[in-house]
């Protein structure tokens, strides 16, 4: 008998020991971000095996996430994301300062400043998992739209480019252009990004899998110097803000709005997100929102049309109506200037890994993979 008490005793000094331990070396709220971690890691690892569950979080407990951090960040006149990358120098030396003096404090402090650093890595990966990354891992959109994703032939890429052509060409009379060519969008980013929010809620009536939420498109005061990187958008799912690079021409911006919108309503691959921006932009009452859809769109499809048979692009390309042609002439003006630019090849290395770390094997060339999805669509409409 007393050697079962004396067992119990060991025992319990031992669990007191660990607590001890971990009281003593982990603040409280490193504790709390490795327990919220280690949900996340759950929750991961679960939304791999199942595609069904992954739809299922991703469009319900994943959408709560990305519309609480939208919510947060929506009144701010400015980015918050944006803020904090151009903080981070500020953000690296402060933390450096911090971690000397806790060195040279005791290896006590030294042990808990090193702890409180990793929990908040661990933070980090635990909110891209919970609001946004597990949208990498449900079903395609082409199996949500019911459509039949293959190889696509020359041929149909041409009678895609044509159709997208005829539909936007009726458009062309309610667009403005200047004197170089390119148009201009006849109303503020302010009312643009009202028009978009109002196009998407109706999108969502029609379109179950895309999340009603109303949100601000934020503006990237640095813009002309990000032109440099060849980002046009970007969606942070850390401040849950969609980031529109304004420097771009004005027949860009709705549709790269679209884009980063869709992100953050939780279409996380970059071919799906292109799409349904298109959808969405289909949806709209508004001239120009559609014209710059339909542009970017038959771009897409003529740039793959061209390394598939260049004869029928050259065919496509001098049917097309003058104004679209100097538009396109404009736009490649305005964008030699930033062409070639070690920013760019940086930047282009750092998505396309994080893009093949989600899963998206073709990484960079995900983007462009929107025209199998238009050419679908194309066949079966």
């Known amino acids: 008998m007393e050697n079962i008490e004396n067992i119990e005793n060991i025992e319990k000094c031992e669990k ?5 331990v971990i009281k003593k070396y982990c603040p409280k709220y490193s504790f709390v971000f490795f327990c919220i971690c280690i949900v996340a890691v759950i929750i991961h690892i679960t939304c791999i095996i199942s595609e069904k569950f992954a739809d299922f979080y991703n469009q319900n407990i994943g959408a709560f996430v990305r519309g609480v951090l939208a919510y947060l960040t929506k009144y701010l006149p400015f980015s918050l994301a944006e803020t904090i990358i151009i903080g981070i120098p500020f953000i690296l030396a402060a933390l450096i300062y911090i971690s000397v003096k806790q060195y040279k404090k005791s290896d006590l402090a030294s042990i808990r400043c090193i702890v409180s650093l990793f929990s908040v890595l661990t933070l980090m990966y635990s909110i891209f998992v919970l609001g946004y990354g597990m949208g990498y891992h449900g079903k395609s959109l082409a199996s949500k739209l019911k ?16 159709t997208i052509l005829s539909e936007m060409t009726p458009l ?9 060519g390119a148009s201009y969008m006849p109303y503020s980013l302010d009312e643009m990004n009202k028009k978009l929010n109002k196009t998407y809620k109706k999108a969502t009536e029609k379109y179950d899998f895309i999340q009603d939420l109303h949100s601000n498109i934020k ?19 850390y401040t849950g803000e969609a980031n529109l690079n304004i420097n771009f021409p004005d027949y860009t911006l709705p549709y790269t709005a679209a884009h980063e919108l869709a992100h953050q309503r939780g279409i996380a691959p970059e071919n799906e997100a292109n799409f349904v921006a298109f959808l969405v932009c289909m949806e709209s009452d508004d001239a120009f929102i559609k014209y710059s859809a339909y542009l970017s769109m038959f ?21 097309i109506d003058s104004r679209i042609r100097y538009e396109m002439i404009a736009y490649n003006e305005f964008f030699e200037k930033y062409r070639q630019s070690v920013a760019s090849e940086v930047s282009d290395v750092v998505n396309d890994t994080y893009l093949k770390t989600q899963g998206q094997s073709a990484g960079s060339a995900s983007y462009g993979m929107v025209v199998d999805l238009a050419v679908a669509y194309y066949n079966q409409k």
């Open 147 to 162: 459509l039949e994703e293959k190889a696509v032939s020359a041929e149909e890429l041409k009678y895609t480019a044509e």
């Open 172 to 180: 062309l009379e309610q667009i403005a252009y200047s004197e170089n």
């Open 299 to 319: 771009e897409y499809v003529t740039n793959a049309l061209y390394y598939a048979d260049s004869e029928m692009y050259y065919d496509v390309i001098s049917s």
């Open 16 to 20: 007191k020991s660990l607590a001890d």
């Open 219 to 237: 503006y990237i005061v640095l813009s002309e110097p990000m032109t440099y990187t060849h980002i046009s958008g970007v969606y942070s799912y």
